[in-house]
């Protein structure tokens, strides 16, 4: 199992792409979710750990008008390994701000332009190189009135070295039917049965 910064990469891809205030027309200011995993084995390794996982996304969105809206927020998320065999357990703590706008160019193309600058890392060996930053660029292209089309590039400057995770997807909505890709980070797929009741299937690539 790998961890340090370079395992909360694609958290914060998950929690910026998979957010309605960049594809519909409702935001989700606040996410808080928590994961455990049993018996995860370590790589090379015949060890296993559990892992819990807290994550909480604030997103804060500012209209200045119709065509432009500034995107501010929080993203966090805390990693503890609690190993089952001989290993030392610790804790992997991450935090990003969001900066940025969604900023409608015409009626067929608009952008979302994220800034993250971002800290992640052990706190009990907290310095300069677990500060890092990076940035998100999605464009949608509107079909119809049902249908966009979404590319665009996550980049950052990660330990190792640049990297830069492309991005394609599509949003679709009609009746009660709803599907949000944004590939390979997340596809979230849902049906309304109730006005405030909605069920589906949600994917979401990690690790």
């Not at 395992?7 to 455990?36: G, W």
């Not at 015949?46 to 993203?75: C, K, M, Q, W, Y």
């Not at 052990?122 to 590319?151: C, P």
Request: proline share 5%.
């Amino acid at each position: 199992m790998k961890t340090k910064p370079s395992c909360l990469i694609v958290f914060f891809l998950v929690v910026i792409f998979s957010n309605p205030a960049f594809s519909q027309d409702y935001v989700d200011l606040l996410k808080i979710s928590y994961n455990q995993g049993q018996n995860v084995p370590f790589d090379g390794d015949t060890s296993t750990a559990r892992i819990n996982e807290v994550a909480a996304d604030l997103t804060i969105p500012i209209p200045v008008n119709e065509n432009f809206v500034i995107i501010t927020g929080v993203l966090y998320e805390g990693i503890s390994v609690k190993a089952v065999q001989d290993r030392q357990p610790f804790d992997i703590y991450g935090i990003a701000l969001k900066a940025g706008a969604k900023i409608n160019h015409n009626d067929t193309w608009s952008g979302t332009y994220v800034l993250l600058p971002k800290a992640s890392g052990d706190l009990d060996e907290f310095n300069a190189k677990d500060f890092q930053m990076g940035g998100i660029v999605v464009i949608s292209k509107k079909v119809n009135e049902n249908k966009k089309w979404k590319f665009g590039a996550y980049a950052n400057s990660e330990l190792f070295g640049p990297l830069v995770v492309p991005i394609l997807g599509m949003y679709y909505q009609k009746n009660n039917f709803e599907a949000n890709l944004t590939l390979p980070i997340t596809a979230d797929i849902n049906w309304q049965l109730k006005s405030w009741f909605k069920t589906g299937i949600f994917f979401r690539g990690i690790r």
